[in-house]
């Protein structure tokens, strides 16, 4: 059985000095914890960053192995109806050398929001000759067919035959195309197209890279999540730094929760290892992305960590080890939850559709060992406000990934 190693990190200065090969982008050395309750330290890198500055608690990645990786870098860009001049900053905001994949959900009638953004990535292509982009409707009949083929019927609607709405659909057609188009490419990322600063869609393809360079993903498979500096919002005509989404304080909680569940040692605390579970600014190896599974709407970004689990046989191994567990505060029903624990939502019928790229792979465990880099980001996250609605929808489905998976 390979291990998960879950691990924070901050991205808390970026310095330039003439005298390397370029900006060097420095991230603070912190001790990673593994969900076994063990301990992980980042090799340090013996550089010229370590002559100069011996006591600089960080680490150091040039310029040149910053743009190495990210020319081997798909950026997928999921969207549905955002405002052109939007998707037209976060498109402007993605490195030259980075692939784009614009994965579309927008409307064609009246007006065909689609062909005004693919105008529009023509313009932001066309600034600078070096970019490669592609650009796919989620609806396109020819695509649903092909996939259909090759035997992802899950991610079909029979009722048109075309995929089925939901941000999971379209990112896993986002990287069943990055496949298919960019076979040469070593990593995948997603960047949400309602981000409205540019300069903060650059940090994080930066800090991807940043956390691709920091994983020899010969020897492990590699995932950067992102953890936003802030979300801000406007309470009573004033701009609030907010540490997490609603949702994200939810979904972050119960990820928690389970981990200690999954641990169950005596001395065991409460935990905050995982901070990332509804991070939709997300990248992992190409080689990792093709054997995961992903769950279909909003449940998509927290059942990576689901998927891990079960994949490395973490609930089993669990079952089997404590199944006559009882914690004092705790009394399980026969699906594995704690009866004073239960997610909000607990409809069967309503269980995030699961659509795996690899089928033949969908149960088996991962070849390699599993890193997973959340980075504090040094930007804010702005974005376009989210509805009370849409918000109990990604709650529904993120907290819905995590109790249907336990009672599968």
């Known amino acids: 059985m390979q291990e998960i190693r879950v691990g924070q990190l901050d991205a808390s200065e970026v310095n330039f000095d003439a005298t390397l090969d370029g900006p060097t982008l420095t991230l603070p050395e912190r001790l990673i914890d593994d969900i076994s309750g063990g301990a992980y330290a980042l090799d340090r890198q013996k550089s010229l960053e370590r002559e100069k500055y011996p006591h600089d608690d960080t680490v150091g990645l040039s310029n040149t192995t910053i743009q190495r990786i990210l020319s081997s870098m798909v950026i997928i860009v999921p969207c549905k109806n955002e405002a052109p001049e939007t998707i037209e900053g976060v498109l402007s905001g993605i490195p030259n050398s980075c692939v784009v994949i614009l994965v579309s959900n927008s409307a064609r009638t009246p007006v065909d929001r689609y062909e005004q953004e693919i105008q529009m990535l023509q313009r932001v292509c ?152 509804n991070a939709g600014e997300h990248a992992m190896s190409m080689e990792l992305a093709l054997k995961l599974r992903m769950a279909g709407g909003y449940a998509v970004e927290p059942f990576h960590f689901i998927d891990l689990f079960q994949r490395q046989g973490v609930f089993a191994k669990q079952a089997d080890k404590d199944s006559n567990y009882e914690a004092s505060t705790h009394h399980e029903d026969n699906n594995g939850m ?46 376009r406000p989210s509805d009370d609605q849409h918000i109990r929808g990604m709650l529904e489905s993120g907290l819905g990934a995590i109790y249907h998976a336990i009672g599968a």
């Open 126 to 277: 066309h600034r600078t000759q070096r970019r490669r982009a592609f650009a796919i409707h989620q609806k396109d009949e020819g695509v649903a067919a092909a996939l259909d083929a090759a035997g992802m019927v899950g991610l079909t609607d029979p009722a048109d035959g075309k995929i089925r709405n939901g941000k999971g659909e379209g990112m896993l057609l986002g990287v069943a195309l990055a496949a298919v188009v960019c076979p040469d490419m070593q990593y995948v990322g997603f960047i949400d197209a309602d981000n409205q600063v540019p300069g903060a869609v650059h940090e994080y393809c930066r800090i991807y890279a940043a956390g691709f360079a920091l994983v020899p993903t010969s020897r492990e498979h590699a995932m950067v999540r992102l953890r936003w500096a802030s979300k801000p919002k406007v309470r009573d005509n004033q701009l609030c730094f907010d540490g997490e989404g609603r949702s994200s304080i939810f979904v972050n909680a119960w990820l928690n929760r389970l981990v200690k569940t999954l641990s169950r040692k005596a001395d065991n605390k409460e935990t905050n290892l995982i901070v990332t579970g």
């Open 338 to 383: 704690s009866t004073n624990t239960k997610p909000l939502y607990q409809r069967r019928d309503r269980a995030p559709p699961i659509a795996p790229l690899v089928t033949s792979t969908a149960h088996r465990s991962l070849e390699k060992p599993v890193r997973i880099l959340q980075i504090r980001t040094l930007n804010p996250h702005f974005h």
